[in-house]
C-alpha cells in the first residue's frame, strides 16, 4: 500500500514462521498469560479470598473442624437477658428444650420486685428494728376464722366432695374435719388460691434472679438506713435466692410432669400453691393422686384432700393421737401455735362439738415450708 505506514510486527520468537498465522499465536499466548496473571492476583491480592457457595436453605452453617464453635449473642432465643443465668441453671440441671424457654418467656422482660423485696423487708426489720413484745396475751385464733358460719361452709363442702374426704381417711386416718379446717385456713376451700398478683412461676422466678440490692432497687427506701447494712444484705440475699431457685426448679419439673402452664398456678407470697398450698419442693414428696387419674393437680379437691392428709400422715398422723400429738404435727404444716389452734378449734365445731380453750404459747410466726 503505497503512501501508508505500516506497523512493524514484532520479532517472532524461535519455532514461529511468520505472517497471519504467527500473529494468532501471539495474541492467544498473550491472552493465556493475562489468564494466569489474573488468578494468581485473585488468590493472593488484598488477603482476600473467594466466599464459599450458599448452603441450601434451612441447612446449618456448622464451624470448620477443629474451629471452636462461638456461643450465640445473649438473648438471640428471644428470651430476655434477665432471664439467661436462670435458664442457664435450669439446663445445667438437665431442664431445657422448646418447652422449657416457653415457660420462660412468660415471665416478661422484667422481674418482678415485690417477693425479693417483700421477704428483704420483713428480715431487715425483724432484724433492725424489732417490734417491742406484746402486751397481754397473744391470740388464741386467728381472727374471724372460729365461727359457726365457717364451720357450716367446711361441712358443706364435705358432704359435697364426701368420697374424696373419706378415701382420704381410710388411706391417711386424717378426720374429714382437720382436712377441711384446713383447706379453710390455707385458702377459704380454694376461694382464694393466690394473694399476689403474680403467679408462682413469677414470684419464685423474680427471687431466684435478685441477689443483689439494686434488685429490689424500689424497696430500699422502705427499709430505713439501708445503706448502712449493705454486707448484711450480701450474706441474705443471694441464700434467699438459692432456695427460691430450688422452689423454681421443682416447679419447672412439675410443669412440665403435669403439663401445666404458669397462668394456671396462682400463688401465695412466697410461691405455695394449690388447694392445700403446697411448697414446689414438697409437692413431689407429699402429692398424692386422690382421683386416680394418673395426675397430681393440687387445684382439684380429691388430689388437695389427698396430699395435705399425705403429708399429715408421713409427719406422725395416725388414729387415736392426743390433742397435743394433733397440735405438733399441725405446727410441722405451719410452724404456727395459733395456726394449728385455729384448725383444731374450727375442726370441734365442724365436729358439732364445742371449741376448747386452746394453748396460749407465743407463735413463731414462722410458716414451714409445705
Not at 409437692?283 to 379437691?301: H, K, M, N
Request: proline letters at 9%; a positive charge.
Amino acid at each position: 500500500m503505497t503512501g501508508s505506514a505500516r506497523k512493524k510486527e514484532p520479532h517472532a520468537p524461535a519455532g514461529f514462521s511468520g505472517g497471519r498465522s504467527a500473529r494468532a499465536r501471539w495474541r492467544a499466548a498473550g491472552l493465556v498469560c493475562c489468564m494466569v496473571l489474573c488468578i494468581l492476583a485473585a488468590a493472593c491480592g488484598g488477603g482476600h479470598t473467594a466466599s464459599p457457595p450458599a448452603l441450601p436453605v434451612g441447612q446449618p452453617q456448622l464451624p470448620a473442624r477443629g474451629q471452636p464453635q462461638e456461643a450465640p449473642p445473649a438473648g438471640e432465643s428471644g428470651l430476655p437477658s434477665v432471664w439467661l443465668p436462670l435458664a442457664e441453671k435450669l439446663a445445667a440441671d438437665g431442664l431445657s428444650g422448646p418447652r422449657v424457654e416457653a415457660l420462660l418467656l412468660t415471665l416478661g422482660d422484667t422481674p418482678t420486685q415485690s417477693p425479693m423485696g417483700r421477704k428483704m423487708r420483713e428480715l431487715y426489720l425483724r432484724k433492725f428494728f424489732p417490734r417491742p413484745p406484746a402486751q397481754g396475751a397473744p391470740p388464741r385464733y386467728y381472727k374471724g376464722v372460729v365461727s359457726e358460719g365457717n364451720a357450716r361452709l367446711c361441712r358443706d363442702f364435705v358432704e359435697a366432695h364426701r368420697e374424696d374426704f373419706e378415701r382420704a381417711e381410710k388411706t391417711y386416718a386424717v378426720p374429714p374435719a382437720i382436712a377441711a379446717a384446713l383447706l379453710f385456713v390455707e385458702t377459704r376451700l380454694g376461694t382464694v388460691l393466690g394473694d399476689v398478683p403474680e403467679n408462682a412461676f413469677q414470684t419464685l422466678a423474680g427471687m431466684a434472679v435478685s441477689r443483689t440490692v439494686e434488685d429490689i432497687a424500689d424497696w430500699l427506701p422502705r427499709m430505713p438506713e439501708y445503706e448502712k447494712h449493705l454486707d448484711w444484705f450480701a450474706e441474705v440475699m443471694p441464700r434467699r435466692a438459692d432456695w427460691a431457685y430450688r422452689e423454681v426448679r421443682a416447679l419447672t419439673e412439675y410443669m412440665l410432669r403435669e403439663n401445666a402452664e404458669p397462668e394456671s398456678l396462682p400463688g401465695s407470697i412466697y410461691g405455695a400453691v394449690g388447694l392445700c398450698q403446697f411448697m414446689p419442693s414438697n409437692i413431689a414428696v407429699y402429692g398424692a393422686d386422690g382421683d386416680a387419674d394418673g395426675r397430681v393437680d393440687l387445684l382439684t379437691v380429691p388430689d388437695a384432700v389427698a396430699s395435705l392428709a399425705n403429708y399429715l400422715a408421713r409427719h406422725g398422723w395416725k388414729a387415736g393421737l392426743s390433742r397435743q400429738a394433733q397440735h405438733g404435727i399441725l405446727m410441722k404444716y405451719n410452724k404456727s401455735v395459733v395456726y394449728a389452734n385455729t384448725i383444731l378449734a374450727l375442726a370441734d365445731l365442724v365436729e358439732g362439738r364445742a371449741a376448747p380453750t386452746p394453748s396460749a404459747k407465743k407463735t413463731s410466726g414462722k410458716a414451714a415450708k409445705r
